[in-house]
Structures are given as structure tokens and as C-alpha cells.
């Protein structure tokens, strides 16, 4: 389990469409998109 993605249950990607694909990054710094190339800083 060392390389587990956590998703964002339910979030919905602006590229894509697709549901449950938004993952937080290691860092928890970025979100970005497994199916599409969307990625995002978080902002807090
Ligand atoms: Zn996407």
C-alpha cells in the first residue's frame, strides 16, 4: 500500500467529465485527473 492514491469520493473532473477520478497527489499538494491530464494546486 505505498504507492495508495487517495480519490475525492464523489468529485467530478472540469477536463473530463469523468466521475471519481480526481486523486490527491503524495504531497497533497495537487489534485489531478487519472484519465485526463487535469491537474490543479489545492488551494486552501
Ligand atoms: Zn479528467
Redesign the pocket.
Known amino acids: 500500500m505505498s504507492d495508495f492514491r487517495r480519490f475525492v469520493a464523489g468529485a467530478i ?1 472540469p ?2 467529465k ?1 466521475r471519481d ?1 480526481i486523486a490527491l497527489s503524495k504531497d497533497d499538494q495537487r489534485i489531478f ?1 487519472i ?2 491530464s ?1 491537474e490543479e494546486f489545492k488551494q486552501t
Request: aromatic share 12%; proline share 0%; hydrophobic share 20%.
Open positions: 473532473c477536463e473530463c469523468a477520478t485527473c484519465k485526463c487535469f
